[in-house]
């Protein structure tokens, strides 16, 4: 159990330092705790995942004692934050988001929200990654405002493994009498990609990534469902990629 009141809180995200998102967050934040820090990528780094900048220098943009602007991805500003700028005092607990838009199903593999409590969590401090879910064309903070406090308050009254993070999907409508915090599964959607080709002013055709072209699975456990329904969705996402009835098969299998 971990006592927030107490705790040093670190806030990253993939949307940039100056996002709407993170400035909720941070202030949902302070009213746990008063060691609150932000150390955010300086840009927009949606759909970097897991990746580090490894061919140029990074620089750290000090905005004042506790906010820091990094020119890399989520997973840079994590690093940098746990073994540069607060390595002399190490948060208790890391928060990603609140990123614009759901990290669902298979965006978990593609989401820099997430990937920033996965560097985290590699680098054993606890994580969580709250996204705020929308499908029309404004997004309304209303509803992650309204329920990430109660969220972090229940998560941090138990502890979860080495490994594992946590990433919770805020739905853009609230079910009948509420919204309610369900623990869900990872769902899968993915049948493809919308691709919109278009020619530049010299004739030659480039590509633009749309929207996922998906469906809604079955299981009323998954992630996915559970937004559907108008709830929040509580996920613990683990590390260990392993296929473990797989790596059981191929072990008897070869000599």
């Given at each position: ?62 905005r ?25 005092n ?42 705020q ?58 049948i ?7 020619l ?42 392993t ?13």
């Open positions: 159990m971990m006592d927030l009141t107490k705790a040093r809180i670190l806030i990253s995200n993939d949307d940039g330092i100056d996002a709407p998102g993170i400035k909720i967050l941070e202030q949902l934040a302070r009213e746990f705790s008063d060691d609150v820090w932000v150390i955010a990528p300086s840009m927009e780094q949606s759909g970097a995942g897991h990746s580090l900048t490894l061919r140029r220098p990074l620089r750290i943009h000090k004042d004692e506790r906010h820091f602007a990094v020119d890399g991805t989520p997973t840079d500003c994590i690093l940098l934050g746990l073994q540069q700028v607060m390595r002399d190490p948060p208790d607990i890391v928060l990603s988001g609140i990123n614009r838009g759901g990290n669902l199903g298979e965006d978990v593999t593609y989401s820099g929200t997430v990937a920033a409590a996965m560097e985290a969590t590699l680098l054993n401090v606890p994580a969580v990654a709250f996204s879910y929308f499908s029309g064309d404004m997004i309304d903070w209303t509803i992650a405002e309204k329920y990430l406090k109660d969220v972090l308050a229940t998560l941090v009254t138990t502890t979860w493994p080495k490994g594992v993070l946590i990433n919770v999907n805020f739905p853009d409508h609230e079910a009948n009498g509420g919204a309610e915090i369900k623990i869900s599964r990872q769902g899968q959607r993915k493809g990609d919308h691709i919109a080709e278009r530049d002013p010299r004739g030659e055709p480039y590509y633009w990534i749309g929207a996922i072209q998906s469906e809604l699975p079955e299981d009323k456990k998954s992630d996915l469902r559970v937004i559907e329904q108008g709830n929040v969705s509580v996920t613990p996402i683990s590390l260990d990629f296929h473990y009835d797989t790596f059981e098969k191929l072990t008897k299998a070869l000599p």
